[in-house]
T-cell receptor
Framework: SAVISQKPSRDICQRGTSLTIQCQVDSQVTMMFWYRQQPGQSLTLIAT?????????ESGFVIDKFPISRPNLTFSTLTVSNMSPEDSSIYLCSVEDKGTRETQYFGPGTRLLVL | SQQGEEDPQALSIQEGENATMNCSYKTSINNLQWYRQNSGRGLVHLILIRSNEREKHSGRLRVTLDTSKKSSSLLITASRAADTASYFCATGPWGGYNTDKLIFGTGTRLQVFP
């Protein structure tokens, strides 16, 4: 298993500003994932972050809006840039199970409200 | 959208009753998984069933998979108030054993009353 922490746990931000969310894992992992969960909705994958390479973004998500860093095998950041109220969501990071590579462990999420 | 559909969207039951939620998906899969999310927090993996399996048990959980109908069901027996959460199915796509394209369903909100 993996233990994942995220900072901040929640934040209230003004439109037009940016917020960087941190994700820390207690063990080295190759792949980290960033998801968005809009209010009352399911999870949508934003991007996959591999250490040492550029993040791979899903359709509808772009690097200028959601830049991602992956400086080492235990840490990643997601920045939500030039925020608007539509960005109000829970942002979750996850890692794959290193043994089975079939399931994922999730962080507790960052609840973001943009005014 | 490739997102799976779950029904019901919401379910309210009394403690001790069984809860059944269903998931339908659209593409061929390698496996199907169920996750639980408490109060908008992180997701916790519950159980995985592979495409060549039809039924799987884990404690009070029973999962079935019908690949001909592209559907799965999750049964929670003898429910408890602590089972109150949102439940999501997620499919792992055929052709890969890694998780980089897990597709999550729309979720079922379960409320268990004491």
């Amino acid at each position: 298993s993996a233990v994942i922490s995220q900072k901040p746990s929640r934040d209230i931000c003004q439109r037009g500003t940016s917020l960087t969310i941190q994700c820390q894992v207690d063990s080295q992992v190759t792949m980290m994932f960033w998801y968005r969960q809009q209010p009352g909705q399911s999870l949508t994958l934003i991007a996959t972050a591999n250490q040492g390479s550029e993040a791979t973004y899903e359709s509808g998500f772009v690097i200028d809006k959601f830049p991602i860093s992956r400086p080492n095998l235990t840490f990643s950041t997601l920045t939500v840039s030039n925020m608007s109220p539509e960005d109000s969501s829970i942002y979750l990071c996850s890692v794959e199970d290193k043994g089975t590579r079939e399931t994922q462990y999730f962080g507790p999420g960052t609840r973001l409200l943009v005014l | 959208s490739q997102q799976g559909e779950e029904d019901p969207q919401a379910l309210s039951i009394q403690e001790g009753e069984n809860a059944t939620m269903n998931c339908s998906y659209k593409t061929s899969i390698n496996n199907l998984q169920w996750y639980r999310q408490n109060s908008g927090r992180g997701l916790v993996h519950l159980i995985l069933i592979r495409s060549n399996e039809r039924e799987k048990h884990s404690g009070r959980l029973r999962v079935t998979l019908d690949t001909s109908k592209k559907s799965s069901s999750l049964l929670i027996t003898a429910s408890r108030a602590a089972d109150t959460a949102s439940y999501f199915c997620a499919t792992g796509p055929w052709g890969g054993y890694n998780t980089d394209k897990l597709i999550f369903g729309t979720g079922t909100r379960l409320q268990v009353f004491p």
